[in-house]
């Protein structure tokens, strides 16, 4: 791969307000070539993933992942929406460098997405892997509760024989369906 910087066509100092300047203008350049688009791609992936540790190469040639990744830029395009380029630079991450962070974001990605299966094993994965942290279990927990319809919880006891608020809107908006159904009307909106 050719310096990442050169196909963004941007300094080697350039600010993360340039190179993403950058790369959009360059997408937009380049929106039938799919070859380029790729190229691009890779080249922002590059510059992101490294950024402070630029102009590193390895010996094949590729820019250089750094260990201790900082999810800063991840954790920016989440608060920000950008869900899809957060899951982008995760996903360049060689899977060997994927740390429990890597895996909390991943599942805060997709827990926003509505996914929660998949939410919730990424969450189990950084449990697992940072048992101590209590983000990660607190995540894994409303995952999990949310996915087992765990917003309510029954609050009755086993002695309790009268009705709660709930059952009776339960049976009045039953209630009123039948009657709907029937062409009357027993509860009026309007």
Known sequence: MKNPYDILGVPMNASPEQIDAAYREQMRISANDSRRIDELNQAYDAIILNSGSQGNYTSAGNYAYYSGADYSDVRSKINLNRLEDAQVILD???EGSRDAQWYYLKGIIQHKRGWLEEAAKNFRIACNMDPSNETFRAAYNNVSNAQNG????????SRSSGCSACDICEGLICADCCCECLGGDLISCC
């Open 150 to 157: 765990g917003y309510r919880t029954e609050r009755r006891s």
């Open 92 to 94: 360049g991450i060689p």
